[in-house]
């Protein structure tokens, strides 16, 4: 139910030399970085909880239509009552299964991008639930770009969302996205 798939994992970045960004294994020479940013990835909540309803409410539907059908058919009382055993199990399987995806959004963090833009195509560098430190991560970037002998290292704890990219500027653009 979530579009993310969040891989976790320990992150360096830094800028050393004064001439390139580090973050993890990923370099970015600061003269071509256009522009650095924070974007917020927000988990779609209210989406989720209009799909758990309508799955809910049609497996109510269904179930009643099936539990009826069962009751007025020409089953005897057995019959009718082991289809009726039967719905309420599904029906207690396939809640749990709709539960269990509406708690997961439900408890998934607002993550915090940092984009590195260049000439080209804008990067998620990295991915972090510390919006502090992704907006103090943008502002020493900026800083070495117009300090050539800055330098700094901060340690964060970083999410990987793959290559799914949303372009900044225009109306709704999404770039690459391989997942």
Known sequence: MTEFDFQHFACRAGV?????????????????????TTVRIRPRRMAALGQFLAYALLLVVVSGVITEAARHGELNNADSGAVTDLVLLLDAVIGGILVIRLVSVLVTPVYHALVIETAGTPYTALVSTDKTIVSRLVFQIMDAIDNPEAEFQVSVENYHIGDKINMVGGHNNIGKQAN
């Open 16 to 36: 050393s030399r004064g001439w390139i960004l580090w973050v993890g294994a990923e370099a970015y020479p600061l003269h071509n970085i256009a522009r650095a």
